[in-house]
């Protein structure tokens, strides 16, 4: 997931694309857990797209205002 995709979604579209990701990291830890995580690389790519969506949604908040 790039940034400059992420921009061209509104307000709603990039909180809907936390949750989503927010629930992918939460299954991540419980596969870790019960230890049957398949890719160990993906905790470092959710945690990395969740940062790029917190970051759009400063952003495009603080134009708004």
Same mark, same amino acid.
Request: hydrophobic share 30%; proline share 0%; glycine share 4%.
């Given at each position: 997931?790039?940034?400059?995709?992420?921009?061209?979604?509104?307000?709603?579209?990039?909180?809907?694309?936390?949750?989503?990701?927010?629930?992918?990291?939460?299954?991540? !830890?419980?596969?870790?857990? %019960?230890?049957? &995580?398949?890719?160990?690389?993906?905790? #470092? *790519?959710?945690? !990395?797209?969740?940062?790029? %969506?917190?970051? &759009?949604?400063?952003?495009?908040?603080? #134009? *708004?205002?």
């Amino acid at each position: 997931m790039k940034a400059s995709e992420l921009r061209d979604k509104t307000q709603a579209q990039l909180q809907e694309e936390l949750n989503e990701l927010l629930r992918e990291q939460f299954n991540l !830890r419980m596969q870790k857990g %019960v230890g049957q &995580v398949a890719r160990s690389s993906e905790f #470092k *790519r959710v945690r !990395r797209d969740i940062a790029r %969506v917190q970051t &759009v949604l400063n952003q495009t908040s603080g #134009k *708004r205002k």
